[in-house]
């Protein structure tokens, strides 16, 4: 297995992670890739020649040791930890295609031209569907692991005494395991780092769909402020259209008064006319 390229994978995929998902990186490497690599395949070894049963029946000795570990520890971790590691490289793939995608804008229209992507590593649409599928998948993937170690060994515990009665044996013949106070040791620790990489999983899962949550809560909360604006605008117009029309009359009925008052009155000459004519005449 090329844990090199395992340890660039995942060194790659750092940098689009939030908080708990470089805690769960750092677990994985350091305390299941690294412990895997140095320890667990030295002290497993060739488990199958350290098996010893007290009987020379010939056939006997790969029955029991085929009924008590139908599959082994060491190949069992690796395979839980490559499905573990490999959603990561579908995070990478779709920051790259993003890349690709953006690029392919650019050289088309120009570098002025509108972006696709603010940040093509930015955890929205797609591929923050993509990041929690694939934080699903891994809490699935340690989750099984975990129950099948279980259920396969019985337990997570190695007895120092084996009794096996599987044919072809000739009667119930005792079994012993090489090391096994540090194989159940290793088996613990794998476990319980497993069920560490379980919870920040979950949490990390909590931590995006409450961020999710709060940023829709936070639009929905702009948007209400928005319509309630333009609402008050257009009640505040009103009003003070009517208003104006009412100022705009009272001043013009006020320049009338004004006018009227300012006009000197002049006298009816018609009036005073007849008064004279009747005068005239009665003398």
């Not at 696709?116 to 591929?127: C, E, F, I, S, V």
């Not at 008064?275 to 005449?281: F, L």
Request: glycine share 6%.
């Amino acid at each position: 297995m090329n844990w090199a390229f395992l340890q660039g994978l995942l060194s790659g995929v750092n940098k689009y992670s939030t908080a708990f998902g470089r805690v769960w990186l750092s677990i994985v490497f350091l305390f299941r890739v690294m412990v895997f690599v140095v320890a667990a395949e030295k002290v497993w070894g060739d488990e199958q020649k350290d098996f010893k049963c007290n009987t020379a029946q010939p056939g006997c000795h790969n029955v029991c040791y085929d009924h008590f570990f139908p599959v082994s520890h060491v190949r069992l971790w690796a395979l839980q930890l490559i499905f573990v590691t490999c959603p990561s490289l579908l995070v990478v793939m779709h920051v790259t295609y993003r890349e690709e995608r953006e690029k392919k804008n650019t050289e088309k229209y120009g570098e002025h031209c509108r972006r696709l992507y603010a940040n093509p590593g930015k955890k929205r649409g797609g591929l923050w569907w993509t990041y929690v599928l694939c934080l699903v998948f891994k809490i699935l993937v340690d989750t099984v692991f975990v129950y099948l170690i279980y259920h396969i060994y019985e337990g997570y515990d190695f007895p120092s005494l084996i009794k096996c009665e599987e044919p072809p044996c000739p009667n119930k013949v005792d079994c012993f395991i090489a090391r096994p106070t540090e194989k159940r040791i290793f088996t613990i620790f794998m476990v319980v780092t497993s069920m560490a990489c379980i919870l920040l999983s979950i949490f990390e899962i909590v931590y995006l769909v409450g961020k999710k949550c709060k940023e829709g809560l936070v639009e929905l909360h702009n948007t209400h402020q928005a319509h309630r604006g333009h609402q008050a605008l257009a009640k505040g117009m009103g009003p003070s259209s009517l208003g104006s029309g009412k100022n705009g009359n009272l001043v013009e009925a006020n320049t009338l008064r004004l006018v009227e008052k300012t006009t000197p009155e002049m006298p009816a000459p018609a009036y005073s006319v007849a008064i004279a004519s009747e005068e005239i005449s009665s003398r």
